[in-house]
Structure formats: structure tokens, C-alpha cells
T-cell receptor, first 112, second 112 residues
Framework: DVKVTQSSRYLVKRTGEKVFLECVQD?????MFWYRQDPGLGLRLIYF???????EKGDIPEGYSVSREKKERFSLILESASTNQTSMYLC???????????FGQGTRLTVV | DQQVKQNSPSLSVQEGRISILNCDYT??????FLWYKKYPAEGPTFLIS?????DKNEDGRFTVFLNKSAKHLSLHIVPSQPGDSAVYFC???????????FGTGTRLKVLA
């Protein structure tokens, strides 16, 4: 199984700050995802990447951007954090279609 | 438009009894389905999956049933244990994309 590591478990940031969430995998899988989890809304896809420097918008990309300079690392960037971006952020890695995705432990971000 | 729906936000079951969690989907292109379990402050962990060419898949205490004509899947846990208390998410994808669409989750509480 792939190990997915997110750089922080808990973060508190101020409104307007630029925030970086990092995700690293220990394999060589091409597909990486960023989701956010909110009560009553489930997991919603923000962005995903299917190769280095390749990215696609998910269902809720507004206010976010991503970076994938190396295959093992996928970063989520909040350009100017707002209170409605307070959430649990989850990174996932997928080897290929019709297999399970592996998740990191999550980052609980609070924007004050 | 919610393509994957879990209409029961919560479920309580007595230890030793069966837990049945339900999930409905709308997109007939979905051909792979998964169930994940999530504890608070942790990432989701994969439980079991099923391809659309099957109608049942079993793994120990966990069985997933797929009814394609009704666009419905369910997860059965027998016997339920207190450690099964968590939020359960169903997810669906089609082989043409790498996007996994998640439901809103069902919180299962197994009473000792």
C-alpha cells in the first residue's frame, strides 16, 4: 500500500494569508487528489493531478490552486485564506482506475 | 447535483446485530464503487469495493451489494462491533476518468 503523508495535522491561519498544504506519497503513482470534508457535504474534490505539471479542476476549485513539480509531491495553495475555507483537507493517491485510493491523515485547517 | 447520495446521516445498531448502510447514485456511467470508513481527525480508510460486473462482494464481516437497475448499493456489516463506530462514505467512478465521487456519509454508532 502507498503511504500518503500530509505535512500538518492542524493549522491555524489568519484571513488573507497564503496557505500551503503539502502531500507526499512514497510510491510513484501518477494520480493525486485534494478533497475537503465538511459536515453534511461529504468529500468534495478540489483539484487533481494525473502527472507532473498536469492538473485539472475538480468540483470546487474556486479560491485554490495546486502545484505538482515532482511526481511524489502535490501541494494545495489557498491564495488568500478566508473563513469559509475552514475545513478538513484530505490528500489521496490512486495507482490506476478501478482500484482503491489511499488517503493521508488529513489537515484540519482553521482560518480566523 | 449530488451524483452519489447517502440519505441516512446516522444509524445506531446494537452490538452483534447487522448494520446496513445505503447509497444511491444517478450516473449510469459509474462502473466501480467503493466504501470507506473514517474516524474523526483521520483520513478515510478503504473497506471494500465492487465492480459493476458483479452484484455482490464479500470480505470477512463486510459485504457490498450492487443493484444496477435501481442504481443502489449497500454495505452490510455482520456482526457489528463497537469499533465499527465511524463515518462511512460510499464512492463511485467510471473507468473513463480518475475522479471518485463521494457521498455525504453515514455516521454509524454501534452500541455495546
Amino acid at each position: 500500500d502507498v503511504k500518503v503523508t500530509q505535512s500538518s495535522r492542524y493549522l491555524v491561519k489568519r484571513t488573507g494569508e497564503k496557505v500551503f498544504l503539502e502531500c507526499v506519497q512514497d510510491m510513484d503513482h501518477e494520480n493525486m487528489f485534494w478533497y475537503r470534508q465538511d459536515p453534511g457535504l461529504g468529500l468534495r474534490l478540489i483539484y487533481f493531478s494525473y502527472d507532473v505539471k498536469m492538473k485539472e479542476k475538480g468540483d470546487i476549485p474556486e479560491g485554490y490552486s495546486v502545484s505538482r513539480e515532482k511526481k511524489e509531491r502535490f501541494s494545495l495553495i489557498l491564495e488568500s485564506a478566508s473563513t469559509n475555507q475552514t475545513s478538513m483537507y484530505l490528500c489521496a493517491v490512486l495507482a490506476t482506475v478501478n482500484t482503491e485510493a489511499f488517503f493521508g491523515q488529513g489537515t484540519r485547517l482553521t482560518v480566523v | 447535483d449530488q451524483q452519489v447520495k447517502q440519505n441516512s446521516p446516522s444509524l445506531s445498531v446494537q452490538e452483534g446485530r447487522i448494520s446496513i448502510l445505503n447509497c444511491d447514485y444517478t450516473n449510469s456511467m459509474f462502473d466501480y464503487f467503493l466504501w470507506y470508513k473514517k474516524y474523526p481527525a483521520e483520513g478515510p480508510t478503504f473497506l471494500i469495493s465492487i465492480s459493476s460486473i458483479k452484484d455482490k462482494n464479500e470480505d470477512g464481516r463486510f459485504t457490498v451489494f450492487l443493484n444496477k437497475s435501481a442504481k443502489h448499493l449497500s454495505l452490510h456489516i455482520v456482526p457489528s462491533q463497537p469499533g465499527d463506530s465511524a463515518v462511512y462514505f460510499c464512492a463511485a467512478s467510471d473507468s473513463g476518468t480518475y475522479k471518485y465521487i463521494f457521498g455525504t456519509g453515514t455516521r454509524l454508532k454501534v452500541l455495546a
